[in-house]
């Protein structure tokens, strides 16, 4: 009889290459090792190898970058997605993608389990495990860091004695997480918040003092709410995103500094890096502020604010997220044409915008000769605006209020 079989969820690192043997003595299973490529530029064949080598008795990797772009990173960017107006949310993106990834291929594979190597503190776990509920809830989920209790010592002690390639060298303080919308640094002196970052946290972007003296400007064309173009070259959207992560990185953009409330209750320090995030969802608000009328354009934040903690709270798979992106896509059918963004030593500026839906009207702008507005009806409209301040004030006055 063949074992039931487990579907973890791979990065090549030493808790999850820990984690393949761990799963299969503790809970006698065969353990498939699936690795989702969003855009962290690694090896993902030695990825692959390794976790055959460790026991996995087969590892996949799958090329998710253009889905992740596609399904997720455009609805962020439609959305203005910033949780706790700072974090980009790149890593809450992109859970509930590669628990999909491991759901589609446990219910190929005839699998009983699914895994993660998420810690019982994060918010990671929640949004694998949301999504494996909400999409496949008959397969049964193992959290070995969650349950193994081993300290990092004891789990190089336990690859060592499995054989398990342990980093060599001095392990860097820090854990990281990256794909195409950012990269997150956590631990090491980072865990102090009184204590600035340290300039070795950063790895896609210059300190802003040591970035070009000269300003780069940026021109993004914007299609129904997405980027489809820089400088006038039409480009996919993994592509786009990559060499606006470059150039920003380049001028000191997009370095987040932040105290984030945490779904399980925790508040934690966090350093991310997001220049091509800084920079796209810089534009797109400004072309938003040229096409949205003003009621939607003062409105859509109440549920972008919403959006960010649905996502941050791993719950993607829901109908209240598809219920306001439906809302967001209506709104963005007008959100067309070209903002310029000009990048300065770690800032980042809409600094100039056309659109062929612009409700921008000179004639009603202008203060020159093209001025059509009729200043006459001003007088009217105030008259009957001021009306409820006018009563309220004067009963204030007259009861001594
Ligand atoms: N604090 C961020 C979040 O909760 C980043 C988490 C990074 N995850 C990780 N496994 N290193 O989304």
Redesign the pocket.
């Known amino acids: 009889m063949s074992k039931p079989k487990c579907v973890l969820a791979y990065s090549g690192g030493l808790d999850t290459s820990v984690a393949i043997k761990w799963i299969a003595e503790n809970y006698n299973v065969d353990v498939i090792a699936v690795a989702v490529d969003v855009g962290e530029e690694k090896d993902y064949e030695g990825i692959r190898l390794k976790g055959e080598r460790t026991g996995a008795i087969e590892s996949i990797v799958v090329d998710a970058k253009q889905e992740f772009v596609d399904n997720f990173v455009s609805r962020a960017i439609k959305a203005n997605l910033w949780y706790e107006h700072k974090?980009p949310?790149f890593?809450?993106l992109a859970r509930p993608l590669l628990a999909k990834e491991q759901v589609r291929i446990a219910l190929d594979r005839g699998a009983e389990f699914v895994a993660h190597g998420?810690t019982g503190k994060?918010?990671?776990q929640v949004r694998f495990e949301v999504t494996y509920a909400a999409l496949a809830p008959q397969l049964k989920c193992i959290a070995p860091a969650r349950e193994w209790g081993m300290t990092r010592e004891e789990e190089i002690d336990y690859a060592e004695a499995h054989g398990i390639p342990v980093p060599v060298g001095k392990a860097s303080p820090y854990?990281?997480?990256t794909n195409l919308w950012g990269r997150?640094i956590?631990c090491g002196s980072i865990e102090d918040p009184a204590q600035e970052a340290p300039e070795d946290a950063w790895a896609w972007t210059v300190s802003p003092q040591a970035a070009p003296d000269q300003p780069t400007y940026v021109t993004i064309e914007f299609a129904a709410g997405v980027p489809v173009a820089l400088d006038g070259e039409r480009l996919n959207g993994v592509e786009l995103i990559a060499r606006l992560n470059a150039i920003g990185g380049a001028n000191g953009v997009g370095r987040v500094n932040m105290m984030?409330n945490?779904l399980v209750g925790i508040k934690?320090r966090?350093l991310y890096e997001t220049p091509a995030a800084t920079i796209l969802l810089a534009a797109h608000r400004d072309l938003e502020s040229l096409t949205l009328d003003r009621e939607t354009y003062h409105f859509k934040p109440y549920l972008e604010l919403r959006y960010a903690e649905i996502v941050?709270y791993g719950l993607w798979f829901t109908p209240l997220r598809e219920a306001i992106d439906a809302f967001v896509d209506e709104t963005q059918k007008y959100v067309n044409g070209q903002v310029t963004v000009k990048l300065y030593k770690g800032t980042c500026e809409a600094v100039s915008r056309t659109s062929p839906n612009s409700l921008y009207d000179f004639s009603l702008a202008s203060y020159g000769e093209a001025d059509k507005f009729d200043q006459t009806k001003s007088k009217g409209f105030i008259d009957i605006f001021a009306l409820p301040a006018k009563v309220a004030a004067a009963v204030r006055r007259e009861k001594g209020l």
């Open positions: 974090y949310a890593t809450a998420c994060g918010n990671d854990s990281t997480d997150s956590e984030e945490r934690s966090e941050y």
